[in-house]
């Protein structure tokens, strides 16, 4: 079915309310019983360098609008309320780092790189835009249903953006899904505190345990939903509502045949992980009938895979289970609510392709028109009521509020002159290989003095391998092996024929912070925060701390195999050079583990404000320290320390401080660049638009917000009451 077009939705209104109806209704009581491909080349844009050349280069204003964009300092800037953000609200991520990394004596927090920051404004934006689209949709086509969204805490289950998420949602009554029993624990919790008419919509596997706590929340006035996902599920429900005296509302998942063929899409078909067959879905529903409980099924639910990349792919997926719901209102469900599941896609590399899994060839607008319209001209053609429609967007709610930004320490490379044998001893060296080996290095320097670049490639090559067959056969000493590697990688850069790739060693686990990238080849956008008004110079690749081969990134949006960056130490003013990781708000805190022992990154919560700096971090957590990432290993670092420090006594060895202090300090690397990183000060106040502590506290009009307590570090207390 091709994709349906939204009339006039050129712009979408801001959010705004309308009248709605309650919860779902209890039942009644019981009766009885494409990308590119190829390297950027920055000889393509004219000189002078500007900002506008960066945001092209690296196509920030593809995948970042309408929240990032490059400012006139050539640094990466928030525009926390979108394309509404006015340029004095506009956020420098420059300034967040320094003001998070900088030591207390200097004004700062102390805290350590790698850094995540938040952005709540930007998720309560993509909130908002979201229930905007779907309320201009309904309106425009005369739609007779609502709109109610839940957030999938799968995607991201750290406690604040939950929190937030329930109260920037409360005015549109938005609502959680959970899939396992502690994320229904999470879920009860925040709705407490959020709109009576949210729903709580119950996924995943389910036990006994799992079933009663979900009727319990509905005893509890949460607007809760148990979605079927097996046939079998049903006979526990039954037994367990029957022995609470709690009837239930009951959704299935219908498993469809849609599906789409990308990585996302393979828990989709009819093969897929979850979800009913038309057999199955039958006898539900006659059984159903047969224990006069027909009414408890209110829900209908189907995911044809994340990351949809089209809305024709969309649609197709929503007429069919368009039908499947009509089908069951005809056979006497209670229906009321289509939930159309997850899908709401983001563009990752800019391209706005509909045929790759990082990107999509649609925006907001046109996703809620497309669904709207589709399930209005089923249910019309069957004279069904239009239903509530509930969406699970996890992944294009939370992805562009988060930033992990990172700093590269060290860059290394082959240079042309970096052979200490490239002087006069080259020549002396030459003479003692064999012959075979003499005679390829007399070939080379003929064809080098020649400029003839092919054949001094196929010449360097050729000497390379045969001095390495010599070497192993002991033939020639480490030095000429060395003079020969120096020598051949001289020849070729100076002709031209190497393209020659730094590697920028950065202060990160790839494991811990990007683990989509590394276990199914994600591709986020990467790209300096800094001096982004100055070209790059290099291409480069990135190798993480980790003492694994896979711990690098060499594969970027594009397709490309390398990144435009700066010289190392370049640009002028010292200090570090920062790379951001964006659009990774989703999935990666949740699936990050602990490879190396690395632990998870300082956390700051950067919201807008109108003071000086024009920001105010509300929330500053320390990253993981050694004590604690071990701890989760079940070690036990105070026993740890003790036996160390007894070992160093009975070596004579005064190094006991030392060990407390890396017990205490992050894993990751210390660096002192000059830009006040790693400071290692304990979290305070100050009078900069920072903030202390590791919970909420509340900011004031200069940006700056409270303090925390100091940190003991000769108090083992605090490694007893460790929270891991």
């Avoid at 005015?171 to 624990?185: R, T, V």
């Avoid at 790759?356 to 607008?365: I, T």
């Avoid at 000429?480 to 790739?501: E, F, M, P």
Wanted: charged share 20%.
């Amino acid at each position: 079915m091709p994709a349906l077009a939204c009339v006039d939705a050129a712009v979408v209104p801001p959010g705004y309310a309308f009248a709605r109806d309650g919860p779902l209704p209890a039942p009644r009581a019981f009766l009885g019983g494409a990308p590119t491909t190829g390297d950027y080349d920055t000889s393509d844009f004219s000189a002078p360098w500007s900002t506008a050349h960066s945001s092209a280069l690296y196509r920030i204003d593809g995948w970042g609008a309408p929240y990032f964009r490059v400012n006139s300092s050539g640094d990466i800037a928030v525009r926390p309320h979108g394309a509404a953000t006015l340029p004095h609200q506009e956020i420098d991520l420059m300034k967040v780092v320094k003001k998070a990394s900088a030591s207390k004596s200097s004004g700062g927090l102390g805290l350590r790189l790698p850094l995540l920051v938040r952005l709540p404004d930007v998720l309560k934006h993509r909130l908002e835009s979201l229930h905007a689209a779907f309320d201009f949709a309904i309106q425009s086509v005369g739609y007779g249903g609502r709109y109610h969204g839940v957030y999938p805490v799968k995607c991201n289950q750290d406690r604040y953006i939950v929190e937030d998420i329930v109260e920037f949602g409360a005015p549109f009554h938005y609502g959680l899904e959970a899939g396992s029993k502690a994320e229904l624990l999470l879920a009860m919790s925040c709705l407490t505190r959020g709109s009576p008419d949210a729903l709580l919509v119950c996924n995943g596997y389910k036990d006994e345990e799992y079933i009663a706590l979900a009727l319990i929340a509905r005893s509890m006035n949460l607007n809760t939903v148990i979605v079927l996902e097996q046939e079998e599920e049903l006979d526990t429900v039954v037994e367990t509502s029957r022995r609470l005296g709690i009837r239930p509302v009951i959704g299935l998942r219908a498993k469809l045949r849609t599906k789409h063929s990308g990585h996302f899409g393979s828990t989709s078909g009819e093969k897929g992980k979850f979800g009913l067959t038309t057999m199955q879905t039958l006898s539900v529903v006659q059984k159903l009938q047969r224990l006069d409980m027909i009414d408890c099924l209110q829900l209908l639910h189907f995911h044809i895979g994340s990351q949809i990349p089209s809305t024709s792919l969309l649609a197709e997926g929503v007429v069919e289970a368009a039908q499947i719901y009509c089908e069951l209102s005809r056979l006497g469900a209670s229906m009321r609510v289509i939930d159309i599941g997850g899908g709401l896609g983001i563009d990752y590399d800019g391209s706005h392709s509909g045929d790759s899994d990082m990107s999509v060839n649609y925006g907001l607008e046109e996703y809620a028109c497309t669904v709207v319209r589709t399930v209005m001209l089923a249910c019309d053609r069957k004279n069904v009521n239009h239903p509530i429609i509930c969406s699970e967007s996890g992944r294009a709610l939370v992805s562009h509020h988060s930033v992990l930004i990172f700093e590269a320490v060290s860059s290394d490379s082959i240079k042309a002159d970096a052979s200490p044998f490239a002087g006069p001893n080259l020549s002396f060296l030459a003479d003692e290989l064999a012959d075979d080996a003499r005679a390829g290095y007399n070939s080379l320097m003929a064809a080098a003095y020649r400029r003839d670049y092919e054949s001094s490639a196929i010449y360097a090559e050729q000497l390379k391998r045969t001095c390495v067959e010599h070497f192993k056969d002991g033939i020639i000493g480490l030095e000429h092996l060395a003079a020969v590697d120096g020598l051949c990688d001289i020849v070729t850069k100076k002709l031209g024929v190497a393209d020659q790739v730094k590697t920028y060693h950065v202060n990160l686990s790839i494991f811990t912070s990007i683990p989509d990238l590394w276990s199914i080849g994600q591709v986020f956008p990467i790209v300096p925060i800094h001096h982004l008004d100055q070209r790059p110079g290099v291409k480069g690749v990135l190798s993480d701390l980790t003492c694994d081969s896979d711990g690098k990134v060499n594969q970027f949006i594009g397709g490309l195999t390398s990144l435009p960056l700066h010289e190392f130490g370049g640009g002028g003013g010292g200090g570090g050079y920062y790379l951001g990781m964006f659009l990774g708000g989703a999935y990666q805190e949740a699936l990050g583990g602990l490879h190396n022992l690395f632990g998870g990154p300082s956390v700051v919560r950067v919201a807008q404000s109108d003071g000086p700096y024009c920001f105010a971090v509300t929330l500053a957590v320390p990253g993981s320290s050694c004590a604690q990432v071990l701890q989760a290993m079940r070690h036990e670092p105070e026993v740890m320390f003790e036996a160390l420090k007894h070992r160093a006594a009975e070596c004579g060895v005064g190094g006991a401080d030392a060990i407390m202090r890396a017990f205490h300090s992050m894993p990751y690397l210390i660096c002192r660049t000059g830009g006040g990183v790693g400071g290692g000060d304990a979290i305070g106040s100050d009078s900069d638009g920072c903030c202390g502590g590791g919970d909420v506290i509340g900011s004031d009009s200069d940006g700056c917000c409270g303090g925390g307590e100091e940190e003991d570090e000769d108090d083992w207390g605090f490694m007893r009451s460790l929270i891991v």
